[in-house]
């Protein structure tokens, strides 16, 4: 007997060897059949889903669910463009507090204000307490003068605006979040990806010290399972800073191992464990992704996050120790470090099949396209980021640089996997709204970023799906409806494939099954 049988409904596979079926069966939180292989038999629950689209759930290939989660629980400046309106909130949110108490804030972005903010401007409404605004990136900071004296000399300039290095030594220097705060933190941005579709994710490296919330923030995800808190799967990418020097015999080229508060039980089908992530630049927003030339308009080309040698023996100590590896590279001179990285590690060990993943890929010139074929590199791009912030990023890249953002069909035509995910909370997670800019590149002002770049609806969907289950080594269980896989699937009131593209954001996510069982 079936567990269940969905019936009824238009169900797209994406598996090539049988792309389409109108009825499915469940056992066991697997799919037995589709269509005449599960006709006649008997099922616990049937899902008449009244001609309904069904589609393998979403895949999130890069998010960040504590640092959402958070964000979502406390005020926002944002939008903001008005330096006084964000003083205003801080104020407002600070009046109940005790004195010496930290105040978090999110949404904050110096690019929108008519004036820049400073520490002593933050100083005039804390009233004492220590306040940190988080920036929309999650690159940079404003802090005022009493979370200002707490950090190490030479940390932070006086202005109170601080990024990479300086912010993660603020953020450090905040009172750790409780590992029952952080697994409310990855429930609450969880049911949010559930709620888009989403059904399983990779989060983008816990314990790096840019964004550590807790020495043991681990733990918390697997708080979050054992309570019953987890509606998707998770995959948790470790950061490299994460990982203590070990001793271990020569021919086992390990020379760091992890240490991040796990304990026996991690591991499996709702909870596992990923990539090892590595920093080489910082972020767009902040300018400070690692350049070869300026900014527009500017004399900064950003910032790696160490020496390119560091780096470098640090993607490959990750290789030589067995990691998958998901290099953070936003710039394409960070994209020129990373496959130089690369290069030499599969030199010196060579691991074809080690699936190593670039993150952002942002800024990537077209000599470096067959250098990310040979390697077989994947890249985890964020459509999102330039539906929203795409018209800066142009603008700051000029017209002979901003063909090359966030590309799409460059990739695939020179063999490169693409894979979609959206970096939440830096920008909407929404994975259809990810596939219509895919289709379309119209950022929301109706600037088309990258005219060479659109790919097809099909392609776009793999992104999520079938290329996404790939890149977090999930392909026996997850990315397309065939026998066998796990029974992860999205109901949608319409069909991406039959309407107009500048529809495909606008389809409802009526229901979410994982394993089988309906969800939210």
């Given amino acids: 007997m079936l567990s269940s049988r969905i019936t009824n409904a238009r169900i797209i596979t994406m598996d090539p060897q049988r792309p389409l079926a109108r009825e499915l069966g469940i056992w066991r939180g697997r799919i037995v059949g589709l269509d005449e292989d599960v006709a006649?038999?008997?099922?616990?629950?049937?899902?008449?889903?009244?001609?309904?689209?069904?589609?393998?759930?979403?895949?999130?290939?890069?998010?960040?669910?504590?640092?959402?989660?958070?964000?979502?629980?406390?005020?926002?400046?944002?939008?903001?463009?008005?330096?006084?309106?964000?003083?205003?909130?801080?104020?407002?949110?600070?009046?109940?507090?005790?004195?010496?108490?930290?105040?978090?804030?999110?949404?904050?972005?110096?690019?929108?204000?008519?004036?820049?903010?400073?520490?002593?401007?933050?100083d005039a409404v804390a009233a004492g307490r220590k306040v940190y605004l988080g920036h929309l990136s999650g690159h940079a900071c404003l802090v005022n003068t009493a979370v200002l004296q707490g950090l190490p000399a030479g940390a932070a300039g006086a202005d109170g605006f601080l990024v990479e290095g300086a912010m993660g030594a603020a953020l450090r220097s905040r009172p750790p979040h409780s590992l029952d705060e952080l697994a409310a933190a990855v429930a609450r941005a969880a049911r949010v990806c559930r709620s888009e579709g989403v059904t399983a994710c990779a989060e983008a490296g816990v314990g790096a010290r840019l964004f550590r919330h807790s020495p043991i923030e681990a733990a918390a995800y697997q708080l979050a399972h054992d309570t019953g808190r987890l509606p998707i799967r998770v995959q948790l990418m470790v950061a490299a800073d994460a990982l203590d020097p070990?001793?271990?015999?020569?021919?086992?080229?390990?020379?760091?191992?992890?240490?991040?508060?796990?304990?026996?039980?991690?591991?499996?089908?709702?909870?596992?464990?990923?990539?090892?992530?590595?920093?080489?630049?910082?972020?767009?927003?902040?300018?400070?992704?690692?350049?070869?030339?300026?900014?527009?308009?500017?004399?900064?080309?950003?910032?790696?996050?160490?020496?390119?040698?560091?780096?470098?023996?640090?993607?490959?100590?990750?290789?030589?120790?067995?990691?998958q590896l998901a290099i953070h590279a936003i710039g394409d001179r960070a994209v020129d470090v990373a496959l130089d990285g690369l290069e030499r590690a599969q030199r010196l060990l060579p691991r074809p099949q080690a699936r190593h993943r670039i993150e952002h890929a942002g800024l990537v010139r077209p000599d470096q396209l067959p250098r990310l074929a040979a390697l077989g590199v994947t890249v985890v791009i964020?459509?999102?980021f330039l539906r929203y912030y795409g018209d800066d990023y142009a603008t700051v890249m000029g017209d002979d640089r901003a063909?090359?953002?966030?590309?799409?069909?460059?990739?695939?035509?020179?063999?490169?996997?693409?894979?979609?995910?959206?970096?939440?909370?830096?920008?909407?997670?929404?994975?259809?709204?990810?596939?219509?800019?895919?289709?379309?590149?119209?950022?929301?002002?109706?600037?088309?970023?990258?005219?060479?770049?659109?790919?097809?609806?099909?392609?776009?969907?793999?992104?999520?799906?079938?290329?996404?289950?790939?890149?977090?080594?999930?392909?026996?269980?997850?990315?397309?409806?065939?026998?066998?896989?796990?029974?992860?699937?999205?109901?949608?009131?319409?069909?991406?494939?039959?309407v107009d593209p500048s529809r495909i954001a606008d389809i409802e996510v009526l229901r979410t099954f994982l394993a089988g069982e309906d969800g939210l």
């Fill in 40 to 122: 006649g038999l008997p099922a616990r629950h049937t899902h008449d889903l009244d001609g309904a689209v069904v589609l393998p759930g979403f895949i999130d290939s890069h998010v960040h669910l504590a640092w959402a989660g958070l964000k979502a629980a406390v005020p926002s400046v944002a939008p903001s463009t008005r330096a006084d309106d964000v003083l205003r909130v801080v104020a407002d949110a600070g009046a109940g507090a005790p004195a010496g108490a930290w105040l978090d804030f999110g949404g904050y972005d110096q690019r929108t204000l008519d004036r820049p903010l400073t520490a002593r401007d933050l």
């Fill in 246 to 323: 070990v001793r271990a015999a020569p021919e086992d080229t390990t020379a760091r191992a992890l240490t991040l508060g796990l304990r026996t039980g991690f591991g499996g089908g709702a909870l596992s464990l990923g990539a090892l992530k590595i920093f080489t630049d910082g972020g767009m927003m902040a300018r400070t992704a690692a350049l070869t030339s300026p900014y527009r308009g500017t004399s900064t080309s950003g910032q790696l996050q160490a020496d390119p040698e560091e780096l470098v023996e640090t993607i490959v100590a990750g290789h030589r120790a067995g990691w």
């Fill in 382 to 384: 964020q459509p999102n």
């Fill in 403 to 498: 063909g090359w953002l966030y590309r799409g069909r460059g990739f695939l035509d020179h063999g490169v996997r693409v894979v979609g995910s959206s970096d939440r909370p830096v920008a909407d997670g929404a994975p259809l709204r990810a596939v219509q800019f895919m289709v379309e590149r119209a950022s929301q002002s109706g600037r088309v970023i990258g005219p060479e770049e659109p790919v097809t609806v099909d392609e776009a969907l793999r992104a999520y799906t079938v290329d996404a289950a790939h890149a977090c080594h999930w392909e026996a269980d997850a990315g397309s409806l065939t026998p066998g896989k796990r029974a992860d699937l999205v109901v949608l009131g319409d069909d991406p494939y039959r």
